[in-house]
């Protein structure tokens, strides 16, 4: 009995214990203590490189070790290991500026918020894109980054680079606008600027996050061809030209899948196609399963740790479809054992963080808290980002810029004439030091010699029950009118703020918010020199008073430097020079999403079909015809541009990999007598394709800086990526060889110069 027992304990004993090559002791069942990690283990050495270090760290690891990497620790930290000396990753929205890390945006919102963190307010993501100022959004997000680190933390949630498809998207300000090539280049300068300093953006969200109606729950339906063309090229470009260290996941679905485990997404095209090599994290609270998420490719869900399940009970979350928990460490730990994760699976998903940990130097040089923010140097991007992204929408008769020694009183109107409305509300709201209202700007700069009169002329749509009667409203207009009828010029400003134009609801209509065209109108009639001055993050409607308004201007929520850089415009101390990111339609109606905005009509539940395609933006009103209130591109200045000499030249890119390009030269001559910036823009026109293609498409562009009289030659490169569509059926992007058309100008509905390109075959 004993003799032919001991086998069967014996092989027993060697099925419990034995364990497969490359499966740690611990997927087997068996609990050993992990060995001691040497001071020399090769993890531990800056010299060697990323991957190398990632495997050995890997290799040390248990697989509760690696199962705990993947959620996060808290609402802005990611787990950390002390016994290898893992440090957690300590994040903080953007993208904006650097935002409290204490909680949700209604936390760190409240006026008595438990961490208050003061910083750099830096102007809307649309004031910056109009700019079109790569060089300057790459020293925002050095800037950014800076003060990331001065305050201890080590991730910023940005940028957004999500596509402007409707007018009335709530996060608009936060994107570059409608052009998908706009969105890369500014997309990239950012990460740059942000990784050069050894501090992780993360690029988000991913992907057409572009809509806040029932964000959780809402399914878009997009075609192959329309994401690769108009949603994906800003994250392809961050990933392959920026090098971007995260990504963030978004919360609505793309043809039916969550985006936090949408495989086709992120597996076959970050991952795959772009060849992304940093880590995935969820946007807060948007993963629904364990196994499809991991293996999907998401490496970190956040937010994570012990206040979850508290956050998950609370009724917000319930309501709107949130939702997280699944990649805590036990649930991971399950599915692994069920076989449903593969050890090789986590390996990659732990592996992408931390070789992110290591190339971003945070093992080797964690940042401490202790530096300065809100420095000069800091306020000065600020400044220069909101002047450049004023846009001048019209002058009639050069009504700007004004000159203080002629004027001797100003009214200054309007609801958002003595705030400063900084930026739109959600994640993005930075608390700023200080911030500079346009009434506190223009005050400043005209001095104690001019009369500066403030009347509000209508209260701001829901901030303030007392405006909100019918007396408390004629009273405030009356007292507007008056203002404006006893100065020599009027500044009405209004738009929108963060209430109205904000994160997780969209904006209710393109008009602006009561009372604001009646205040213009009336303004306008008792002085005809009145100025009109936007700060709002979409286009609005303006049809009841824009053909009587003799000046407009845009000025985008432009961070806590607002107000000085349009007393800067306004006064012509700086020459406008931005260019709207976005075409402003007429009315809602008209743009090209209407009818599948929010949900698709007469389909089925959440579902919106993006039955435009690639028609958005102006590829939309310039292909259809449809005329914009302003188009994509546009923007006056106090002096202007010729634009001459158009040459084209095709030439290998060099000897060692002779690539076909071609290279465009332009002249652009300030013909005016004022310093200036001009943005030159060149569109490909594609006439004979194979495929329906717009009419044209933003392929270049470049800010020309101009003394008066001087002129320069602006020099582009092109190459058959630039004339190229996405063919779904070859899943690759294809030139047709034939004539092309380039097309050279100062917005898309203004060219000026036109050359054919022949691409053989
Ligand atoms: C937003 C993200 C943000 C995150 C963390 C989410 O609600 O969509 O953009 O980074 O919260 O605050």
């Known amino acids: 009995m004993r003799r032919t027992l001991l086998p069967f304990f014996a092989a027993l004993f060697a099925v419990l214990t034995f364990v497969p090559a490359g499966l740690p002791a611990q997927a087997a069942g068996q609990t050993a203590a992990p060995a001691a990690v040497p001071a020399d283990a090769p993890y531990k050495d800056a010299r060697l490189p990323a991957d190398r270090r990632v495997a050995d760290l890997l290799s040390r690891m248990t697989l509760e070790e690696k199962a705990t990497m993947l959620s996060g620790a808290g609402w802005m930290e990611s787990a950390a290991n002390d016994r290898l000396g893992i440090p957690a990753i300590k994040m903080a929205d953007g993208p904006l500026g650097v935002r409290s890390w204490a909680g949700s945006s209604a936390i760190t919102n409240l006026a008595g918020a438990p961490l208050k963190v003061l910083s750099t307010s830096f102007p809307s993501g649309v004031a910056m894109a109009a700019t079109w100022d790569t060089a300057l959004v790459q020293r925002e997000g050095q800037a950014i980054a800076q003060e990331v680190k001065a305050l201890g933390r080590d991730m910023i949630l940005g940028p957004t680079v999500n596509i402007n498809r409707v007018p009335l998207w709530g996060r608009n300000f936060e994107g570059y606008g409608e052009d998908p090539y706009l969105a890369a280049r500014l997309g990239v300068a950012y990460i740059k600027g942000v990784q050069g300093e050894g501090v992780i953006p993360s690029v988000k969200h991913f992907a057409a996050n572009n809509e806040e109606f029932e964000r959780h729950r809402i399914d878009e339906q997009i075609d192959a061809r329309t994401l690769h063309e108009i949603y994906l090229p800003a994250f392809k470009a961050a990933v392959e030209e920026g090098g971007a260290w995260t990504v963030m996941s ?59 399940p508290a956050y998950k009970a609370t009724a917000g979350p319930q309501a709107t479809g949130r939702s997280g928990g699944w990649l805590a460490a036990d649930k991971v730990l399950a599915e692994v054992k069920a076989g449903n994760i593969s050890e090789a699976t986590l390996n990659d998903n732990v592996g992408r963080i931390l070789r992110v940990i290591f190339v971003s130097a945070l093992f080797d040089h ?221 009315k809602f109606e008209d743009s090209p999403a209407y009818g599948n905005y929010p949900v698709s009509e007469s389909r089925e539940g959440l579902k919106v079909y993006y039955a435009e395609g690639i028609y958005v933006g102006y590829r939309y009103y310039d292909t259809k015809n449809v005329e914009p209130q302003f188009p994509f591109g546009f923007g006056l200045s106090y002096t202007s541009f010729e634009y001459s000499d158009l040459k084209l030249a095709q030439r290998m890119s060099n000897d060692t990999n002779p690539v076909p390009i071609t290279v465009v030269l332009i002249k652009i001559r300030n013909t005016g007598n004022r310093a200036g910036a001009e943005v030159v823009q060149l569109y490909v026109h594609d006439g004979h394709s194979k495929i329906d293609r717009p009419i044209h498409e933003l392929k270049r562009f470049q800010r020309a800086e101009l003394a008066p009289g001087e002129s320069t030659t602006v020099m582009f490169v092109l190459n058959n990526a630039d004339l190229s569509y996405w063919s779904p059926e070859k899943k690759a992007w294809v030139a047709d060889p034939g004539t092309f058309e380039i097309q050279v100008g100062a917005s898309s509905r203004d060219i000026r110069l036109r050359a054919q390109l022949e691409l053989k075959k």
Not at 416 to 429: E, L
């Open 250 to 308: 978004a919360y609505n679905k793309v043809n039916g899948l969550n985006c936090s485990m949408n495989a086709p997404l992120l597996h076959e095209i970050l991952l795959g196609e772009f060849g992304f090599k940093g880590f995935i994290v969820s946007d807060w609270g948007s993963t629904y399963a364990t196994a499809a998420t991991v293996n999907a490719g998401m490496d970190l869900e956040m937010p994570g740790g012990p206040l979850l």
């Open 366 to 586: 964690p940042h401490t808290a202790g530096g300065e923010v809100d420095t000069p140097a800091q306020q000065a991007v600020a400044l220069q980002g909101a002047t450049e992204g004023i846009v001048l929408l019209k002058n009639a008769g050069s009504l700007l810029p004004l000159d203080a020694a002629k004027i001797h009183s100003i009214a200054v109107i309007g609801p958002n004439a003595a705030v400063a409305r900084t930026g739109g509300g959600g994640s993005s709201m930075v608390r700023p030091n200080y911030s500079i209202a346009p009434l506190d700007g223009i005050r400043t700069r005209v001095g104690s010699g001019v009369d500066v009169k403030y009347a509000l002329g209508v209260g701001m749509e829901g901030e303030d029950r007392t405006q909100d009667t019918p007396e408390a409203r004629a009273k405030a207009l009356q007292e507007a009118v008056d203002a404006a009828a006893h100065a020599d010029v009027a500044v009405v400003v209004v738009g929108r703020y963060s209430k109205l134009e904000a994160e997780s609801f969209d904006v209710k209509t393109m008009d602006l918010p009561a009372g604001q065209d009646e205040l213009i109108e009336a303004v306008e009639k008792a002085n005809s020199h009145t100025i009109v001055v936007l700060n709002s993050g979409d286009p609005v409607t303006m049809t009841k008073w824009i053909a009587q308004t003799p000046a407009l201007l845009e000025m985008w929520y432009g961070g806590q430097e607002g107000g000085h850089a349009l007393a800067a415009i306004l006064f012509g101390d700086a020459n406008p020079s931005g260019k709207l990111p976005v075409s402003f339609p007429k």
